[in-house]
């Protein structure tokens, strides 16, 4: 495959996907864009080989054949679509390898680890999988100021205990608890009462807790990026959208009263696509470019 046809892979691959990202991905410069799709495309699938692992696969395998594809983008040939993608990227971008490598050891983690005893052990999942994918981001944003790590690290993080806080239901169908144990205790709240999906008012008090600590990382995200130069705020613009989106889905848990055992909470197309273009047009106000691509 092509570099060209590789790119129309992730491409599709992403539309297809109806991701929340995708709103934010098309206020980029065209090669920042592409160069999303694939990362989004990779992440998506390295996930998926895990999640929804077809029969008769092994996702260990799948994982191990992904660590030896993105070595091969650095420094070989790559054969998935995803990798041809990222490796026609990389001559541009400098990400370095061990983030793609260490995203991987995160999706792994979901093979051996479906408990978490405290949030300090619930982080370096988070990390991973979340705050990982904001530093490869930051590459392609192309931001200078190195406090931008910072804002990358928080926003992950918010991000992924959103994400977690919305799909209880979903990881208790494969027996994966994320709400740390002791968080669970505090409020009384049980590991059978979550796998039965118990609707109680301990669980309110629990849910109310961890919302908390998710605006807590939204917040320090929102006081590094204050913090920045305004090219790099300019720069950022794709990741404030995703924290509108992300921040919204926050705000729809709690206005539900916390009742995520039943259908997934969702933001409508039209109203991604509304918060996407608010952000957009009050960062264009500011009058900085962007970096082009």
């Given at each position: 495959?092509?570099?060209?046809?590789?790119?129309?892979?992730c491409?599709?691959?992403?539309?297809?996907?109806?991701?929340?990202?995708?709103?934010?991905?098309?206020?980029?410069?065209?090669?920042?864009?592409?160069?999303?799709?694939?990362?989004?495309?990779?992440?998506?699938?390295?996930?998926?080989?895990?999640?929804?692992?077809?029969p008769?696969?092994?996702?260990?395998?799948?994982?191990?054949?992904?660590?030896?594809?993105?070595?091969?983008?650095?420094?070989?040939?790559?054969?998935?679509?995803?990798?041809?993608?990222?490796?026609?990227?990389?001559?541009?971008?400098?990400?370095?390898?061990?983030?793609?490598?260490?995203?991987?050891?995160?999706?792994?983690?979901?093979?051996?680890?479906?408990?978490?005893?405290?949030?300090?052990?619930?982080?370096?999942?988070?990390?991973?999988?979340?705050?990982?994918?904001?530093?490869?981001?930051?590459?392609?944003?192309?931001?200078?100021?190195?406090?931008?790590?910072?804002?990358?690290?928080?926003?992950?993080?918010?991000?992924?205990?959103?994400?977690?806080?919305?799909?209880?239901?979903?990881?208790?169908?494969?027996?994966r608890?994320?709400?740390?144990?002791?968080?669970?205790?505090?409020?009384?709240?049980?590991?059978?009462?979550?796998?039965?999906?118990?609707?109680?008012?301990?669980?309110?008090?629990?849910?109310?807790?961890?919302?908390?600590?998710?605006?807590?990382?939204?917040?320090?995200?929102?006081?590094?990026?204050?913090?920045?130069?305004?090219?790099?705020?300019?720069?950022?613009?794709?990741?404030?959208?995703?924290?509108?989106?992300?921040?919204r889905?926050?705000?729809?848990?709690?206005?539900?009263?916390?009742?995520?055992?039943g259908?997934?909470?969702?933001?409508?197309?039209?109203?991604?696509?509304?918060?996407?273009?608010?952000?957009?047009?009050?960062?264009?106000?500011?009058?900085?470019?962007?970096?082009?691509?």
């Amino acid at each position: 495959m092509s570099p060209t046809e590789a790119q129309a892979y992730c491409i599709s691959a992403t539309k297809k996907s109806g991701s929340n990202f995708y709103y934010s991905f098309l206020f980029l410069p065209r090669q920042r864009r592409n160069a999303m799709y694939t990362v989004y495309t990779f992440c998506r699938e390295v996930d998926s080989a895990v999640d929804e692992a077809l029969p008769g696969t092994d996702p260990r395998v799948e994982l191990s054949q992904w660590r030896k594809e993105v070595s091969a983008a650095y420094h070989g040939i790559p054969t998935s679509p995803v990798t041809i993608s990222l490796a026609a990227h990389l001559p541009w971008l400098d990400i370095p390898e061990e983030y793609f490598q260490e995203l991987i050891t995160g999706v792994e983690m979901d093979l051996t680890t479906t408990r978490y005893p405290t949030f300090q052990d619930l982080y370096p999942y988070c990390y991973r999988v979340a705050s990982v994918v904001g530093l490869i981001c930051l590459k392609i944003f192309g931001t200078q100021a190195p406090q931008a790590r910072e804002y990358a690290i928080h926003l992950g993080l918010a991000f992924q205990l959103t994400n977690i806080l919305r799909d209880i239901s979903s990881d208790a169908d494969r027996n994966r608890i994320y709400l740390p144990l002791e968080d669970m205790a505090r409020f009384g709240y049980t590991e059978k009462d979550l796998l039965e999906k118990r609707y109680t008012p301990e669980f309110i008090e629990l849910m109310k807790y961890e919302c908390a600590r998710a605006r807590e990382f939204y917040l320090k995200a929102k006081q590094v990026f204050e913090s920045l130069p305004r090219t790099d705020q300019r720069a950022l613009v794709v990741a404030e959208i995703m924290h509108g989106v992300y921040a919204r889905i926050l705000e729809q848990i709690e206005a539900r009263s916390y009742r995520v055992f039943g259908p997934r909470i969702r933001l409508s197309p039209l109203l991604r696509l509304g918060i996407a273009a608010n952000i957009w047009f009050r960062s264009s106000s500011q009058g900085i470019q962007a970096p082009q691509r």
